[in-house]
């Protein structure tokens, strides 16, 4: 008589294969402890093009470059997308704070998660003002502009202070539809998002 596993069983070695890759990129991506204290205390720097600053293509896509774009800020949560139809472009979100949203003690009383392109916070005590939230946190849909950018980005982490420079952009695409950033820090909701460009990033 045959053993019980004397032949292989391919479901078996797929649901391993499977645990130990997701325990490999949850440790991968575990989030960075940091001490109490501002990291972050600069808002972005935003500086506008003009309205005929030439578009180019990227992958398909259309981009018309908005403003000039550089930021450095804590990463608060990190998203990756592969199904919808920006994720051919825009492979990651990532949910950023500065200021005082850079603050290990005033992000552990606020919970953050991601989806949908959207970014969510939920507290049950303002340690600072909602505003102040709200205008120092932003969901960024990043675009790599060079494959060393796309790279760096795969190793970003929540609680990386990351540094980052490019263009706010629009984007049109072959079948029609476009996305276009958000050009302030002081809105919220649908369209709120910026659309980033990226061009370099650093992070530690």
């Not at 890759?21 to 001490?35: C, L, N, P």
């Not at 309205?51 to 990463?75: C, K, M, N």
Request: charged fraction near 20%; include cysteine.
């Amino acid at each position: 008589m045959r053993g019980f596993f004397s032949q292989p069983v391919p479901w078996l070695w797929i649901a391993v294969t499977a645990c130990v890759y997701g325990a490999w990129d949850s440790w991968t991506k575990r989030e960075i402890v940091r001490q109490p204290g501002v990291l972050a205390p600069d808002v972005p720097q935003q500086t506008a093009l003009d309205a005929d600053a030439a578009s180019f293509q990227f992958h398909g896509f259309e981009i018309h470059p908005l403003a000039q774009f550089a930021l450095t800020a804590r990463v608060l949560h990190r998203e990756n997308y592969h199904l919808d139809r920006l994720s051919r472009l825009v492979p990651t979100d990532l949910a950023l704070g500065w200021g005082r949203m850079s603050d290990s003690a005033v992000l552990a009383t606020i919970g953050i998660e991601q989806s949908d392109r959207f970014y969510f916070w939920h507290t049950a005590a303002f340690v600072i003002p909602r505003r102040e939230i709200e205008t120092h946190s932003a969901n960024m849909h990043l675009i790599p502009a060079t494959a060393a950018v796309a790279h760096r980005l795969k190793q970003v982490r929540a609680g990386n202070l990351i540094t980052l420079s490019g263009e706010l952009v629009e984007v049109q695409s072959a079948s029609g539809w476009s996305i276009r950033s958000s050009l302030t820090r002081d809105d919220t909701g649908a369209g709120a998002c910026e659309l980033v460009w990226v061009e370099s990033l650093d992070l530690q």
